[in-house]
């Protein structure tokens, strides 16, 4: 919570500022307070600070104080380190992991704000499901295409420009379209989801919830993991996104009960056919 803060700072007005920049520097005194305080405290007005919590992604004052106090809780051995040219290799190694396991952890303190269920649902009425993702969370989108078809819905990834736009604009009532970008700054990803939605197919993007893509989408996973910007390939997002597709997945797939548990089986029992040849 406190990384999406301080990321979201630059794009606030003068006085949303204030609201962030005093949050940042006390935030054990703002996870207790109410939302008179923190606004005195600011030198701001009750309607700012609850403008300050919905513009960096919160439903209002309640969830900020929720989120800032899952984020003090968090494991102190779990910080992220940068990675620098004079690290021993088993210094960079740990630095890595321990990156890794924070961006994990960081996701699970936001999963309440994550729609699992109304993604599940929205799935589960599908008629067909496709899979969007440009550079590394291109990887991700078609490991999910890879684990979701198994569950009966027709499903398709597409990992270069041409293929998506081209894609979202033949979709239509019945279609979704999941869409991960961590940043959400791609401009060709915008394009897509707004011609899905208008063409109306559901959009569901996991992305930075302050991005345009997040605006565009139906539903939102929003979460932020603090890339290490010394590793020149994305890891630590690109292991959250893979986790929380996982999730979606296993929601799904409970969602739909024993058709889930038996297209599962026969999918496994046709691979075995084949091994025992």
């Known amino acids: 919570m406190l990384t999406r803060i301080e990321q979201q700072a630059p794009a606030l007005s003068r006085a949303e500022r204030r609201v962030a920049d005093w949050v940042l520097a006390h935030p054990r005194q703002a996870a207790d307070a109410t939302l008179a305080?923190?606004?005195s405290e600011c030198g701001a007005s009750e309607p700012t600070v609850i403008r300050f919590c919905r513009r960096v992604g919160l439903t209002g004052f309640r969830e900020l104080t929720i989120r800032l106090t899952e984020a003090l809780s968090r494991p102190v051995s779990y910080v992220h380190h940068d990675v620098s040219a004079d690290d021993a290799t088993p210094d960079a190694v740990t630095k890595v992991l321990d990156a890794a396991i924070s961006s994990l952890i960081d996701m699970r303190a936001q999963l309440s704000s994550i729609p699992i269920d109304e993604a599940a649902a929205i799935l589960g009425a599908a008629r067909q499901v496709t899979f969007i993702g440009?550079?590394?969370s291109g990887h991700v989108a078609t490991d999910a295409c890879h684990k979701f078809f198994r569950l009966g819905t027709p499903c398709s990834a597409h990992t270069d420009t041409p293929s998506i736009l081209q894609a979202a604009a033949v979709a239509g009532s019945g279609?979704?379209?999941v869409i991960v970008s961590h940043l959400g700054g791609?401009?060709?990803?915008?394009?897509?989801a707004a011609v899905a939605r208008d063409n109306g197919a559901t959009v569901i993007a996991l992305t930075n919830p302050a991005s345009r893509l997040a605006r565009i989408a139906t539903v939102v996973f929003g979460w932020?993991?603090?890339?290490d910007t010394s590793v020149y390939t994305p890891m630590s997002s690109r292991l959250a996104q893979l986790a929380l597709l996982d999730a979606l997945y296993v929601a799904f797939a409970l969602s739909l009960g024993d058709v889930a548990a038996e297209k599962l089986r026969r999918s496994?029992?046709?691979l075995q056919k084949v091994t025992q040849r």
């Open 268 to 270: 496994k029992d046709a």
């Open 224 to 227: 932020d993991p603090h890339e």
């Open 175 to 177: 279609d979704v379209l």
């Open 134 to 136: 440009l550079g590394a």
């Open 37 to 39: 305080q923190v606004a």
């Open 186 to 192: 791609w401009p060709e990803l915008d394009r897509a």
